[in-house]
């Protein structure tokens, strides 16, 4: 029984082992990274460069470089997921800076606000793209808290922050190892994958990911898919679980007196505050409109247009694809529109 238990025990090590291995030296989001990628990305943004090789990186911490480095403050700032993430210079006669991140929460949106209130100045004008999720407590979106301080500071919070438990708890995360292992594989293989590289110009062949210097994210996988594939990653979509909308049966009210909050908050400082709305692609809406696990969606859309009524605020856009005849060709997966599709969306809008 004895060897039994020691033999158990030295495998469980060596597991834990291999996972802090790979995660540490993997890195797959730059978490433990002490070379600072999201800040030489920053500055290459901040002095005008679009930049080529983007890795995974910590997106909220490449915000908060950002906003370290500008020095200016834009006219028109856009704050939302990744679903808003074509909006940029190609849509605005103003100075224009994306300020989105994958996942965006609620959290996101007051934290990313808080970093430009604390330079003093802030955009004229605010544009917030509204997800499905961002009232659904059981979203998953934790990753807001690489900015906790910022958003404790919109209400004056001195708290505990806990960013360090959570960074360091993913050296055993089984989700991270799988893209840790990848990037290790890449980092003893291909010395130049994960070096930042900045150009004047990105043109219209996009093989690899971009960040271009208004905060806009383009890739290949955005631009050169066929129909063919698009329907499969739709299809794929709807199979398992719907992402962040799972267990959604109402509106968390913490998270929904937040956003009035912030509302309010943006308002009462005389800045102008638009509600940007993307669709799903027909099929995915359908399902969801459909299913009375994620009808709440339909909820949303109008809580949105009734808060946005309320205060004279313009919404542009919809969950519903059908409003703007939107179909497959108009997205890239299941959840983004490509950049026709945008432009269809936008009627020549510009912010």
């Not at 004047?200 to 129909?227: I, P, Q």
């Not at 794929?236 to 049966?249: A, D, F, K, R, T």
């Not at 009808?295 to 859309?301: F, G, M, P, Y």
């Not at 299941?334 to 269809?344: C, D, P």
């Amino acid at each position: 029984m004895k060897a039994f238990i020691i033999k158990n025990l030295v495998f469980m090590i060596s597991i834990l082992f291999i996972f802090l291995f790979v995660n540490w030296f993997g890195d797959a989001a730059n978490i433990f990274s002490k070379s600072g990628v999201e800040y030489q990305i920053a500055k290459y943004l901040t002095e005008g460069y679009n930049v080529k090789n983007v890795p995974n990186i910590d997106e909220r911490k490449l915000q908060k470089n950002i906003l370290m480095l500008s020095q200016s403050v834009p006219e028109v700032i856009v704050i939302g997921s990744s679903r808003i993430k074509l909006i940029g210079s190609n849509y605005s006669d103003k100075r224009i800076f994306n300020n989105g991140v994958s996942g965006c929460s609620i959290e996101d949106m007051i934290a990313i606000y808080q970093m430009y209130k604390s330079k003093n100045d802030m955009p004229k004008k605010i544009v917030i793209g509204i997800d499905p999720w961002i009232f659904n407590k059981n979203n998953g979106q934790d990753r807001w808290k690489s900015l906790e301080r910022e958003f404790d500071s919109f209400f004056n919070i001195n708290a505990v922050h806990t960013t360090n438990w959570v960074k360091y708890g993913q050296l055993f995360s089984p989700s991270y190892f799988q893209s840790s292992l990848k990037m290790l594989q890449n980092r003893i293989f291909n010395d130049n994958h994960a070096k930042p590289i900045p150009v004047k110009n990105y043109g219209s062949k996009v093989n690899t990911v971009f960040r271009l210097n208004d905060g806009r994210r383009v890739s290949a996988k955005m631009k050169f898919v066929s129909l063919e594939e698009v329907q499969d990653r739709i299809n794929s979509y709807i199979q398992g679980e719907i992402y962040s909308l799972e267990n959604y049966n109402s509106f968390e009210k913490r998270n929904v007196q937040n956003f009035e909050m912030f509302i309010n908050r943006m308002l009462s400082e005389s800045i102008e505050v638009e509600f940007i709305m993307i669709p799903y692609p027909p099929a995915v809406y359908d399902f969801l409109a459909s299913n009375s696990k994620y009808q709440i969606i339909i909820k949303l859309d109008e809580y949105i247009r009734e808060v946005a009524q309320s205060h004279n605020i313009v919404v542009t856009g919809g969950l519903n694809p059908a409003r703007f005849s939107l179909s497959n060709k108009h997205f890239y997966d299941g959840m983004h529109l490509n950049e026709n599709g945008l432009s269809i969306l936008l009627k020549g809008k510009f912010f």
